[in-house]
């Protein structure tokens, strides 16, 4: 008999990420907070749920895919929240990109009632999501990754047990360095290319057969010559995590310079009202700067 599952957050990601658990065969308990997604869920054959305490109380391992840290902290912890509605022995799975030192302190929370909590951040998009492709990196206590093992590989690829809590969540940041500043470099690459009279699209073919290449200069440098930059993964998004990477830096010691840069510009792209374009819109702040 397979645990039942309690889904909480069926936006972009969550919602194929609870399909495909569906699909695997899970018992599943889903809630939102606008209810079209749960409607749609329901048509697959999950149950309703109108709470995340109400979730917590039907489910043996509670997942939350919510925006940002301080909709986690809330629905985690909050009024009405899956601590109050948690039984003792369940597994509380976050699977949003949220800070590791919140992290650390709902996981404290959770084992004062005699459960666990694992960060699973993923990496992957929305299409990952969809083909059950993600890559996933986890947080918390190894003999509990083991039990939850089977759930993961039901939504994702390349699934590896990274440390203690809150390592599944410092990964994602690293991840998310990595992509921001290499995005930077592609965007200057491409303008250096056009402005030195260069076709940038003969650069880009040439440099993904040597030691430049990479999935960004693969896919957003086509999307750069393509001035594409409809979502994806939005820019504000890319802000979020480059603030979770920097408060990661500060509270460790960890000097981080390009990610203070990038930081800074992808700061300007959101405040310029590009928020909701792809983070490869990077590139647009390069090309009007004088
Ligand atoms: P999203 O489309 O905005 O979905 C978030 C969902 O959470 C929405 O359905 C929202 O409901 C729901 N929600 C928010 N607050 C809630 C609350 N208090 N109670 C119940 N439900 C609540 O975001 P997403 O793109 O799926 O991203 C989710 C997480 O995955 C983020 O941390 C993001 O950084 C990370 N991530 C995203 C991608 C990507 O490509 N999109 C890739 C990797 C990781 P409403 O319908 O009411 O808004």
Do not use: W
Request: charged residues 20%; contains cysteine; proline residues 5%.
């Amino acid at each position: 008999m397979k645990e039942t599952i309690g889904f909480i957050g069926l936006g972009i990601m969550g919602k194929p990420m609870a399909t495909n658990l569906l699909k695997a065969g899970y018992p599943l308990v889903a809630h939102n907070r606008s209810r079209a997604p749960v409607k749609e869920l329901v048509a697959l054959g999950a149950q309703e749920a109108f709470s995340p305490q109400e979730v917590a109380s039907r489910s043996d391992v509670i997942i939350t895919m919510l925006p940002d840290t301080p909709d986690v902290e809330l629905v985690a912890l909050g009024e009405g929240g899956i601590i109050e509605g948690i039984r003792p022995g369940s597994v509380y799975i976050d699977m949003s990109t949220i800070s590791p030192v919140a992290t650390r302190r709902i996981a404290e929370e959770f084992r004062k009632k005699g459960a666990e909590m694992l960060d699973a951040p993923v990496s992957g998009g929305q299409v990952g999501a969809i083909n059950a492709t993600l890559s996933i990196m986890v947080g918390g206590k190894e003999e509990v990754f083991r039990r939850c093992l089977p759930i993961f590989q039901a939504m994702g690829k390349n699934i590896v047990y990274i440390g203690e809590s809150g390592a599944g969540q410092v990964t994602k940041a690293c991840n998310q360095i990595i992509v921001a500043i290499t995005i930077g470099a592609v965007s200057e690459a491409l303008l250096l290319a056009e402005r030195a009279g260069v076709d940038p699209a003969r650069v880009r073919e040439a440099l993904l057969g040597g030691f430049a290449q990479s999935r960004i200069l693969d896919l957003h440098g086509k999307r750069i010559l393509e001035r594409n930059f409809a979502p994806g993964f939005k820019a504000r998004l890319q802000l979020k995590d480059l603030r979770i990477a920097l408060e990661t830096g500060e509270a460790t010691g960890a000097p981080l310079p390009l990610t203070n840069l990038v930081h800074e510009q992808f700061s300007t792209l959101v405040a310029k009202g590009d928020g909701e374009l792809d983070h490869s819109a990077l590139f647009k702040l390069y090309e009007e700067a004088k």
